[in-house]
């Protein structure tokens, strides 16, 4: 389905480059670059050497191209043909404050935090002295509303399928449980993979800007909640009992799918009526990139989730819950790891970056002159770029077709951007929390050169 | 089922503390202590402090008590009361070379390798560029015979996960697939759960000492391998197609079982007659414990797996398969993190490490000075020891019953020895690849005063 990915080999043939002429710099080079420097094409001969042998070991048909991430520096990503490009998808929105921040090198260089990193512990059993005390300062000092229980987990999929588990297990149901995903992942990962037989609800599809197409977007979304409502019956038929719901805030890899505030206040009602649990999956969203902390709380909601599931931008996946979650027991929601620590340490000092760094008033910021950029751009390019949206800096917009949006992530990048695609059309922005206003305005010259140069 | 763990609220009530006395020191206190040395009971009043400040924040009634990482070395955990115990379970079997290498700290001093802790990329995508070359040095240096394709991923479970769904595509049969597993984790990690209808055999249930046993044992296996063919017929006749078989070496939390290298050659061969996939879990067995860098290695097989996955000792998750398991294209297997480099960086210096100090070899050695000694024991205690097995260090024995078992490791914890559960009364071994002779001498030594003191 999303095969932006195939796009690379187009690009080989293109042998182009380009220097990109140096904007003012505005912060120290240590701790960020002033601009984009291409030396060669990318992926380059570097990587595209590295590339064979990759694939002499596992199938690399994904790689974009091989980094340095020695050389990279806060937004800015530098591979190994020497090119250096302003990075919008930071490694899928996982690096929260840019590459080799001066904190995370600090506090790595401190002699008492390395057996943090040399001896990671099992976590369930034998938990380091300061545990408690890094969770209360990394994970639970930004706990959701109401959910001050937080289990740690190695990676995002093991985050959301505990966190399945502890709501089968609050349930209570063996057998008839069922789970109702309104989530949608590239369903290439799916295919020729046996699955259960869980209710997956429509995810509204809206019109952009949501002020302008208020009364059909308010159709659109009333018809996806009576939908979720007809499943969760229907399955009670077949006696199925819906255990919970999950739902993305932005519905992530399916294609950057917003609903209204008001639509998921809804959602949250239908839950509490029906007596599921409703699991906000925050993976993607989490992490300060909407200009809130969690995408959920733009919601005004005092009761926005049951279940909190986090990873990526959190360097730690897992997951927070209200106390009627917690497992009944000791080894219920069990793993060898249960995360690990030195995660938890680097998190800790995120989070203290971006209190005393403000970076989520910078995300709403940097994120509003991203956004009025692209809807000039819109303006100006209505035949290549539609459905302008996004909250903080989570934007995206809407290419004519799969061909064109490859074709335009691809001279981004060898214009000195890294863009990444998601669902079958559409372009993602996923940069830093230190993504600040000059980056936008330096990504949207670029990007304007190029929609008017496109062909 | 496994509730060794509720004993730390019995060991509570026993208010004893004893100085162990000092053995020779045989090794540099920078690597390795001469002993233990106890000041507390266990858990004692800081880890007593430290479970009720966890406890609030997620259920802590698995933790055994909490560590001081940094004051522990080698073969020798510290808690945080000052106690220094001799870690046999090695943070259930997933500390390689002992806490804090002086290999793994240098390692870790060196500034060029900063920057793979700090910035954790999307490995699929954009991965750095030593990726291929530190495979090569570390998974693809010990990959299991035939088997030159590795993805890795970040724990165990996504580990065997991931492996599963290579093998349905590799079956292609979409919904009528089912997958055989063998292994047995504790039950309560399964209650409430939904699961698919996948068909599970028995695993032999053996007598010890294998040799002495051998008629019955070869029994006991035949009545395995039959069901594990009337199964796959039976499921046939269900429109339900075996795709792929599981098994681990030695069937670890399900308590220590063996079989013998017979049982497995045949195994492989009924995969083969029906044309299902050979998965071999080797997350707890593999990385060198039972004298082999894999388990299955006792085989002597030429083509002992299709499928192997692995964890814990190899500090990153991940699984080496067939150039035919491949996924056909890009994003197939795929998810945002696939792994860590860093835990990559530290497993090429730890296999640099096994391989420079012969630690193989030395499991076997030590593993023979344990057994013998276990077996001792067992002629002296038949009433509180039976069933003692092994390979290499990879030891366990049979208590009574659950109450005996928690028992005994609560006692040895007290007297400064680590031990893990598992089964329903097994105490299992899983010392670090660093475990010596001697280390076996002076748990023996501890033991045998234990057993001749219960009551």
């Given at each position: 389905v999303c095969k932006y990915c195939l796009l690379h080999t187009l690009a080989l043939?293109?042998?182009?480059?380009?220097?990109?002429?140096?904007?003012?710099?505005?912060?120290?080079?240590?701790?960020?670059?002033?601009?984009?420097?291409?030396?060669?094409?990318?992926?380059?001969?570097?990587?595209?050497?590295?590339?064979?042998?990759?694939?002499?070991?596992?199938?690399?048909?994904?790689?974009?191209?091989?980094?340095?991430?020695?050389?990279?520096?806060?937004?800015?990503?530098?591979?190994?043909?020497?090119?250096?490009?302003?990075?919008?998808?930071s490694q899928i929105s996982s690096i929260p404050i840019g590459y080799n921040h001066p904190s995370l090198m600090k506090l790595l260089q401190q002699p008492q935090n390395l057996s943090t990193f040399v001896n990671r512990p099992a976590l369930g059993i034998l938990p380091p002295e300061n545990f408690a005390e890094k969770l209360k300062e990394s994970l639970l000092s930004v706990a959701p509303k109401g959910l001050q229980q937080v289990i740690t987990m190695s990676c995002g999929s093991c985050s959301n399928e505990n966190a399945f588990k502890a709501i089968f297990?609050?349930?209570?149901?063996?057998?008839?449980?069922?789970?109702?995903?309104?989530?949608?992942?590239?369903?290439?990962?799916?295919?020729?993979?046996?699955?259960?037989?869980?209710?997956?609800?429509?995810?509204?599809?809206?019109?952009?800007?949501?002020?302008?197409?208020?009364?059909?977007?308010?159709?659109?979304?009333?018809?996806?909640l009576e939908e979720v409502e007809d499943l969760i019956v229907k399955y009670r038929k077949k006696k199925k009992i819906v255990a919970g719901i999950i739902i993305e805030p932005i519905q992530s890899e399916g294609g950057d799918n917003h609903a209204s505030d008001k639509f998921f206040r809804k959602l949250r009602d239908i839950t509490r009526k029906h007596g599921c649990a409703f699991l906000v999956d925050e993976v993607q969203t989490g992490g300060g990139c909407t200009g809130k902390f969690w995408a959920h709380e733009h919601w005004g909601l005092d009761d926005p989730a049951d279940v909190v599931t986090f990873s990526k931008k959190m360097m730690?996946?897992?997951?927070?819950?209200?106390?009627?979650?917690?497992?009944?027991?000791?080894y219920r929601i069990f793993n060898t790891w249960l995360g690990d620590p030195s995660k938890n340490l680097m998190l800790a000092e995120v989070i203290n970056v971006i209190k005393r760094e403000d970076l989520l008033n910078n995300a709403t910021?940097?994120?509003?002159?991203?956004?009025?950029?692209?809807?000039?751009?819109?303006?100006?390019?209505?035949?290549?770029?539609?459905r302008v949206r996004g909250r903080g800096t989570f934007c995206s917009f809407d290419t004519p077709d799969d061909t064109t949006r490859n074709k335009l992530i691809a001279i981004a990048r060898n214009k000195g951007v890294v863009l990444g695609g998601c669902g079958d059309r559409s372009i993602r922005f996923r940069p830093t929390l230190i993504f600040k206003d000059h980056h936008a305005h330096l990504f949207l010259n670029i990007f304007s050169d190029i929609l008017a140069d496109f062909k």
């Open positions: 043939l293109i042998l182009w480059h380009r220097l990109i002429s140096q904007t003012a710099a505005k912060i120290d080079v240590d701790f960020d670059y002033d601009g984009p420097l291409m030396k060669t094409e990318v992926p380059g001969p570097r990587s595209r050497e590295l590339m064979k042998q990759l694939n002499g070991i596992q199938n690399a048909d994904a790689v974009h191209f091989f980094c340095n991430y020695q050389e990279s520096r806060g937004n800015y990503l530098v591979d190994v043909d020497g090119n250096r490009m302003l990075d919008l998808y297990m609050w349930y209570r149901f063996i057998d008839i449980s069922c789970c109702l995903a309104t989530t949608h992942s590239k369903a290439i990962h799916k295919l020729d993979i046996p699955s259960f037989d869980w209710p997956i609800a429509p995810f509204p599809r809206l019109k952009y800007p949501l002020e302008e197409f208020v009364k059909e977007n308010q159709q659109e979304e009333a018809r996806c730690t996946g897992g997951f927070f819950h209200k106390e009627e979650f917690r497992p009944n027991g000791p910021h940097a994120g509003k002159a991203l956004l009025a950029g692209l809807l000039d751009l819109q303006a100006r390019y209505p035949h290549l770029i539609s």
